[in-house]
């Protein structure tokens, strides 16, 4: 009996997954906190030049002369934050007022506005003017950490465990994240930016795996909105660690600290039962699914331990399944949409702190709550409407809203229109992910599905990547570049999501040939595949009702206690 067999006596999602997927949940939420900290790690107050014999005397009085020390710049329509008049202050008083032919020169340090942030990194090394792209840099290495984190840790969890290896994340992400608060530059600040990013994938992945691999059909849906409930919820409580703690150091000091109390859990959640199955532990494995069912009140049945057994598994490459035209292609839009769709989220959740309206921390709070409806929607329309059709719309609808959201004039009363069509967008990339991760996991073979899905991460890590360097572009040429951009690719996503086919109430295909022929007229109706009324039942020739019973399993009913 395969482990997939075991779910239906153990109940697709009862107490025991509940209460597992809510453990689980909550170190995502600090990944959460960390994925978007440099928010306000990295906030950009106010500032000016520092103008020499104005800022450095003490004794001054009156007010600053904006006019009559800084240039006009047309292109922000006020006075620059760069550059200043090469004109004599002494002690406070300045010698003349500057005309056309007084010199312009550029800062070589700087003045900031700390009533809203008393210290972030921008303000503690200037990275402001000709370094700010250097601010941008930092978060795309974050991501960047995240795709080595991917590569590095999925080995790992496949070499030694789920639970070692999270644990082992989890470990580095709280010493990273401990002595990213006492960084004394910015070069070790983006090292140990990087080392987080590496343990987000670790602390992420697995637990994903384990929650996910212990549940049925239905509750699969619910644990991966679940873990994307708790990534979103994570951008509430940062917002609020940030509007209560405006100094970045001891901010990054109580994000962490919720890390080390989820070292505890060595103690109490258990190891993943499917893979101490498959690597041959199996009386480890079985006192955690018996345990299981003791928690879920189901007593079951001597034969599932009795012929309990790993799944045979018949591996192939990633470059065999490419030779496959179908495949091939399908696997091509499958990495694009996941490509987009972290692109596009993490790009608009790193630009709340530039919506109109100035204030980052709602921002970036309704920027996690709106994914709540994206989750919504997920729930209602992937069995009505089936996947296809939920990616594309949901796609769309955030391509549509991002380039609404650029074409919005900069108004004081059109604020909330702009606001609106922001997180509009951010609603449904939401929900897009949560979406292309299902896609990604039922529409290829299982012989290659974990090399296709590893390959897609990939591609959403380098979306990730790119993300804040388009937010950059968007500063050097006009704001509304990046939500231009974040718009064409959605909708280039969502039209080539009609490309793929559909994978709702289909068997997921096992071997290269049964992918290729995926979606296909023929590949599967369900009138064609007769099943057994029971295990001993079969048909005359004693050989197609087996075939079908082990392709597509009978679902056993429960025996509650």
């Known amino acids: 009996m395969k482990f997939e067999q075991v779910i239906p006596y153990l109940g697709e999602f009862g107490k025991y997954q509940k209460v597992q997927c809510l453990l689980l949940c909550l170190p995502i939420w600090v990944t959460g906190m960390h994925a978007l900290a440099y928010t306000f790690l990295g906030a950009v107050p106010d500032f000016r030049c520092a103008i020499p014999g104005w800022d450095d005397y003490p004794n001054k009085t009156g007010t600053f002369p904006q006019n009559t020390s800084l240039p006009w710049n047309e292109r922000r329509k006020a006075h620059s934050q760069c550059s200043y008049y090469d004109i004599n202050v002494t002690d406070g008083v300045w010698s003349h007022i500057p005309d056309n032919a007084t010199r312009i020169i550029d800062c070589d340090s700087y003045v900031y506005d700390t009533s809203q942030y008393k210290t972030s990194t921008i303000m503690d090394w200037d990275l402001v003017c000709d370094h700010k792209f250097m601010r941008n840099i930092a978060q795309s290495i974050y991501m960047a950490g995240m795709a080595v984190g991917a590569v590095l840790f999925g080995d790992l969890s496949d070499r030694y465990g789920r639970k070692k290896t999270m644990f082992s994340a989890q470990v580095l992400q709280c010493i990273s994240g401990v002595l990213l608060a006492f960084a004394p530059e910015y070069v070790t600040f983006v090292i140990l930016r990087f080392l987080l990013g590496a343990a987000h994938s670790g602390v992420f992945l697995p637990a994903f795996v384990i929650g996910m691999e212990f549940v049925g059909v239905k509750g699969k849906v619910l644990v991966g909105i679940s873990y994307h409930l708790f990534f979103a919820i994570g951008f509430g409580t940062l917002a609020l660690a940030a509007y209560f703690i405006p100094y970045w150091m001891w901010m990054q000091l109580v994000i962490t600290a919720p890390g080390f109390f989820f070292l505890c859990y060595w103690c109490v959640l258990p190891g993943s039962a499917r893979w101490l199955l498959q690597n041959g532990r199996i009386e480890e494995s079985k006192v955690i699914i018996q345990k299981a069912a003791e928690v879920n009140k189901v007593i079951l049945p001597p034969k599932v331990m009795k012929e309990l057994r790993p799944d045979v598994e018949q591996r192939a490459s990633i470059i065999q399944m490419f030779r496959y035209?179908?495949?091939?292609?399908?696997?091509?839009?499958?990495?694009?949409?996941?490509?987009?769709?972290?692109?596009?989220?993490?790009?608009?959740?790193?630009?709340?702190?530039?919506?109109?309206?100035?204030?980052?921390?709602?921002?970036?709070?309704?920027?996690?709550?709106?994914?709540?409806?994206?989750?919504?929607?997920?729930?209602?329309?992937?069995?009505?409407?089936?996947?296809?059709?939920?990616?594309?719309?949901?796609?769309?609808?955030?391509?549509?809203?991002?380039?609404?959201?650029?074409?919005?004039?900069?108004?004081?009363?059109?604020?909330?229109?702009?606001?609106?069509?922001?997180?509009?967008?951010?609603?449904?990339?939401?929900?897009?992910?949560?979406?292309?991760?299902?896609?990604?996991?039922?529409?290829?073979?299982?012989?290659?599905?974990?090399?296709?899905?590893?390959?897609?991460?990939?591609?959403?890590?380098?979306?990730?990547?790119?993300?804040?360097?388009?937010?950059?572009?968007?500063?050097?040429?006009?704001?509304?570049?990046?939500?231009?951009?974040?718009?064409?690719?959605?909708?280039?996503?969502?039209?080539?999501?009609?490309?793929?086919?559909?994978?709702?109430?289909?068997?997921?295909?096992?071997?290269?040939?049964?992918?290729?022929?995926?979606?296909?007229?023929?590949?599967?109706?369900?009138?064609?595949?007769?099943?057994?009324?029971?295990?001993?039942?079969?048909?005359?020739?004693?050989?197609?009702?087996?075939?079908?019973?082990?392709?597509?399993?009978?679902?056993?009913?429960?025996?509650?206690?």
């Open 325 to 561: 035209p179908r495949m091939r292609r399908n696997a091509l839009i499958v990495g694009y949409n996941w490509f987009t769709v972290s692109c596009v989220y993490y790009g608009l959740s790193l630009a709340t702190s530039e919506l109109p309206g100035g204030n980052a921390y709602l921002n970036l709070t309704l920027s996690g709550l709106v994914e709540i409806p994206g989750f919504i929607f997920c729930i209602l329309a992937m069995d009505r409407i089936g996947r296809r059709y939920s990616l594309m719309l949901s796609m769309v609808f955030s391509g549509v809203a991002c380039i609404g959201a650029a074409f919005v004039p900069v108004q004081d009363n059109l604020v909330w229109l702009s606001i609106t069509l922001s997180m509009t967008g951010k609603c449904f990339t939401g929900s897009s992910f949560v979406l292309v991760y299902n896609y990604s996991a039922e529409l290829f073979p299982t012989v290659v599905r974990n090399s296709v899905v590893g390959v897609s991460s990939m591609s959403a890590r380098i979306g990730g990547i790119l993300a804040p360097i388009i937010n950059l572009v968007g500063e050097y040429t006009f704001w509304n570049v990046p939500p231009i951009t974040f718009g064409v690719l959605s909708l280039l996503a969502g039209g080539l999501a009609l490309l793929l086919p559909e994978t709702n109430n289909m068997p997921m295909p096992e071997t290269l040939d049964e992918g290729e022929q995926f979606g296909l007229p023929g590949y599967f109706e369900p009138s064609d595949v007769k099943l057994p009324l029971n295990e001993e039942d079969t048909d005359s020739s004693g050989s197609s009702s087996s075939v079908a019973k082990e392709r597509f399993p009978l679902t056993p009913h429960q025996t509650s206690v």
